[in-house]
């Protein structure tokens, strides 16, 4: 059974600088597509960041600029290295990994860490 673990939330300030990891483990083969994104408190859950298995990235508008997403393909990890943190930036981020078998696709979820920026 796949499993997908988050790691790296924490509370910062505005300005400030977190790196969220999100490790896979169960699977024995590649996932086509790894995905971050976020809920915040009353709001749909968002796409913040996705990368593809080739590393062809994705961005919501809301963070290009001050967010990279990045992968270890060899440990099932993947990475979001988000600087100049901003209040609005606060939610639970969740990691997604995606399995693409034609016509399906298979999507795991992690549990999230909570991402809180103070102003």
């Known amino acids: 059974q796949v499993h997908l673990v988050e790691s790296g939330g924490g509370l910062v300030q505005a300005g400030e600088s977190l790196r969220l990891s999100c490790v896979a483990s169960?699977?024995?083969?590649?996932?086509?597509?790894m995905s971050w994104y976020r809920q915040a408190p009353g709001q749909q859950r968002e796409l913040v960041a996705s990368?593809?298995?080739?590393?062809?990235?994705n961005y919501s508008d809301s963070v290009k600029g001050r967010f990279t997403i990045s992968r270890d393909s060899a440990k099932n990890t993947v990475f979001l290295q988000m600087n100049n943190l901003k209040p609005e930036d606060t939610a639970v981020y969740y990691c997604?990994?995606?399995?693409?078998?034609?016509?399906?696709?298979?999507?795991?979820w992690g549990q999230g860490t909570q991402v809180t920026v103070s102003s």
């Open positions: 169960g699977n024995d083969f590649s996932f086509n597509v």
């Open positions: 990368i593809t298995s080739g590393g062809t990235t």
């Open positions: 997604k990994a995606r399995r693409s078998i034609y016509p399906r696709a298979l999507d795991y």
